[in-house]
């Protein structure tokens, strides 16, 4: 078995290379390990995608946050031989969060002792993304993170939480059309909010019953609002009440939807941006191979104990 561990020096609040490479070295010492800086965007996804061209069997350790494991996953997608994970150090390492016990993914003996599991991707025009995809303020806000996440004390949820309040003063709404399920929506919306996973925004559990390994996208289609009832609603999205929004969140379950903007648009890949006018959301053909510390539960079962 081949380790490959690639290194995002600009996850995280600060860059521990150095610490990671100490750790890694440590842990991993007589067995056939590698390790691997990023020094630019995309070069995570080109490492993992040689990585697996390679046909040896590897398993490739995503050593930042969200957006480092989104490119490591995009690169490995469709090679049975190689499996991917997170070694978490970045702001929100929001995906393992569906697993029983997200702090395991910190614990490099754990995910030496490790378990597979086959998910789904979801298929952005032409990207790839492992968690959770959005189109509108949700995208603006969740792209800014990255302004705000190397701020004192704004981590994790405290960096979306800034990043909502300075999204929300630049407009709430815009015109989509969207097509999901043989319905098309003609109108002023938020935003449109696409779910294989289950966390993001350092917090937010959006649908709590989404399943990475369905085959299934759970889509949130959220209605135009006031200023002054974003307060109301935004606690009840949060925690995963939607059900209790239906006059303004829309919940489908799909293998695609279609959002037809009025021009180019800011378009988040678990936290990576793009902009789109016409954005095809679908199940990806490809799949990942994902590992993860023997013993934790992440389908239905963990539901019960997912983390808060």
Known sequence: MNHLFII???AGSRDRTAEYTAAIDAAFRGLNYRIEVSSAPGECR???REAAEAGKE?????CGGDGTLNEIASGAAGFPNAAVTAWCGGSGNDFVKLFSEPAAF???SQLL???EVCFDLIACNDDLA???CSVGLDARIGTDVARYKRLPFFHGFNAYALSTVANLFRGISEHYIVEVE???FDDEQTFVCVCNGRYYGGGFNPVPDADPADGKLDVLLVKKVALWQVP???GKYKNGRYRELPEFIRHFRTDRVRILCDGPTPVNLDGELRMAQDVEMRVAREKIHFFYPKNLLWSTESKAIAPK
Do not use: K, T
Not at 58 to 62: E, F, G, S
């Open 8 to 10: 995002n020096p600009a």
């Open 46 to 48: 080109r490492l993992a």
């Open 58 to 62: 590897v398993r490739i350790y995503a």
């Open 106 to 108: 910190s614990d490099l």
């Open 113 to 115: 002792e490790a378990e």
């Open 130 to 132: 492992l968690n959770i």
């Open 182 to 184: 043989g319905q098309r």
């Open 232 to 234: 109301g609603i935004i």
